[in-house]
């Protein structure tokens, strides 16, 4: 798993912990499916540019430059 993954995942485990919701909450808060955030959380999964984006913005998510930059790679193929 990279280092994209492991921030991810650490950061959606953190979230549902502390506003107690449910994964399928924290989906539709993410405009992600069910199973990709199950995925995220369990590592079986490295999340896209854009769903890292839209994790950002759903939960007020902060990382770390490398994956900041595939972040904003996804949101600028957005703007077009």
Do not use: F, W
Request: net charge neutral.
């Amino acid at each position: 798993m990279t280092d994209i993954g492991q921030q991810v995942s650490n950061h959606l485990v953190a979230y549902l912990e502390k506003h107690e919701i449910t994964a399928a909450q924290l989906a539709i808060l993410c405009g992600v499916s069910e199973s990709a955030v199950s995925r995220y959380i369990s590592q079986d999964r490295t999340p896209s540019g854009r769903a890292i984006y839209r994790i950002m913005n759903a939960t007020g998510m902060s990382i770390q430059p490398a994956v900041r930059a595939k972040a904003t790679e996804a949101q600028c193929e957005n703007c077009g």
